[in-house]
RNA sequence: GAGGCAGUCUGUUCUAUCGACUGGCGAAAGCCAGUAGGAAAGUCCGGGCAACACAGGGCACCGUGCUUCCUAACGGGAAGGGGUGCAAAGCGCAAGCAAUGCACUACAGAAAGUGUCGCAGAAACUAAACCGCCUCUUCUGAGGUAAGGGUGAAAAAGCGGGGUAAGAGCCCACUCGUGCAGCAGUGAUGCUGCAUUGGGAUAAACCUCACGGGUUGAAAGACCAAAUAAACCCAGGCCAAAAGCGGCCCGCUUCGUGACUUCGGUCCGUCUGGGAGGGUAGGUCGAUGGAGCACAAGUGUGAAUUUGUGCCUAGAUGAAUGAUAGAAACUCAAUGCGUUGAGUACAGAACCCGGCUUAUAGGACUGCCUUUUUU
RNA sequence: GGGCUGUUAGCUCAGUUGGUUUAGAGCACUAUCUUGACAAGGUAGGGGUCGAUGGUUCGAAUCCAUUACAGCCCA
């Protein structure tokens, strides 16, 4: 019925402590100018210091407001793409333990129209690949 | 019955799985409850709240503009008055007046002053004589005139009669306007009487009058934690001049009884403003129980308001209120009458309220208009 | 959250304050002259609901109100 499988070892939770809410982080991602982008996402993303407490990765969603217009239009891709994360998000997770990294993390919606749920899933996919791929150099280059 | 327009109300429901935020319970795992709108929007207005400023007066600036009322307040609303447009019983010889109905109305002042009024036209503002009309005449002009023609958005009340050389409020009746008085009304205003020839428009042009307005907005502001630098540079004030009263003036208020001196100033202290540089950029409060909502009764034409009873109804903060699947309801299209397919508006709180404006699929109700059928 | 500005020809802008005259300039476009042909240049011409709706006025791109769409600023 439906494509999310329970488990008891993962969860598909989003809390709070996974979002990326300091202003101070915020600002230094976007200067970091570490990013992988596959229409219609782009990901910018920053290594933070070993022993960071909380989760591996914290991250933040966003759709900008020159394409969307109406706040419903952004509210509707934000949520979107949060679920999608929200399900995928464990193939990070497992490769960050392996490296042994913390990241930071923006994902931004670069496309011009809103996608149905089914084709964010599969564009999310993509992109996640080629992060997976990027992130031992990121861990180079940060180090 | 069908279609259109305007207004008011309403504006999808249920189940499963996976989540988010807030509150409660719990040692924890977790469980339970709640979780977007009528416009949350535009930011066009008004308040609450907060900080700073503040003797008082005048000018400037900005806003509002029929009256009375409602309201915490408003540029909002209610009721009323006037005006304009359309229809119009009726009255009048006519000009015209007009009960009543519907719609609209930013509606103070143009006899305080200034500006503007192109083209056309003879003349456009304390007016004028082109054609015309009349009188005189040396036949070319002089004078009178504001009926008629023509121009214009607008030509200095209208119409009928008298009067006259021709004409003219020159005189009279009626109508309109203005002024004064009386009456009615809280008032805008209306009615009646008397007087009066009574010489334009524009104030959404300047302006005048009346009333109102301190400035800045929750990125206001308070507290806690962390960090830190009472340092440095420049300008100015400190007993008679400057600063302040966030535009200006009057006026008012405030601040070294320091040291040295060649009396020009210098130094010290202190205050104010600016520069450069450094640190932090986390949390709590503000912040969700309020001009609150529902119902009933009373008062009022109404907007509203009083009393009683009941209810608690989002509170995020790089920002929750969601995603997926299935079913139901409604609408539309295709129908093989079994069904199949598509669609379900406008739109997302950011301190909170009261209005206004704009957007809105479908449904319900009310009013008006058009058309068809029947009686 | 709070505030400010703009919209005129296909493009870039004047004109708006202070109303009536013809809405104008440059580039582009069309025709034509010149050239063997093109460019450049000369001559002539076309092209505008002045973002929209309503109001004030005799008359509105201009004044007023509402509205749509762009752009900018404030820690």
Redesign the pocket.
């Known amino acids: 019925?439906?494509?999310?499988q329970?488990s008891s070892s993962q969860?598909?939770?989003?809390?709070?402590?996974e979002?990326?809410?300091?202003?101070?982080?915020?600002?230094g991602l976007?200067q970091s100018g570490i990013f992988v982008s596959k229409y219609p996402f782009r990901l910018n993303a920053m290594r933070l210091p070993q022993g960071t407490p909380g989760p591996r990765l914290q991250i933040?969603?966003?759709a900008p407001k020159?394409t969307f217009?109406?706040?419903?239009?952004r509210?509707?891709v934000?949520?979107?793409m949060?679920?999608?994360y929200?399900?995928q998000k464990h193939r990070l997770y497992e490769e960050l333990e392996k490296l042994d990294m913390h990241l930071a993390a923006?994902l931004i919606f670069t496309g011009r129209e809103i996608l149905?749920?089914?084709e964010m899933e599969k564009a999310f996919a993509k992109i996640l690949e080629r992060c997976l791929a990027a992130l031992p150099e990121w861990k180079e280059r940060s180090a």
């Not at 019925?1 to 999310?4: E, F």
């Not at 969860?11 to 402590?17: L, P, W």
């Not at 979002?19 to 600002?27: Q, T």
Request: charged share 40%; glycine share 0%.
């Open positions: 019925m439906t494509s999310v329970h969860r598909f939770t989003f809390r709070k402590d979002r990326l809410c300091s202003d101070k982080i915020i600002a976007f933040l969603m966003t020159r217009k109406r706040a419903v239009d509210n509707r934000k949520r979107l949060r679920e999608v929200r399900v923006a149905s749920h089914a």
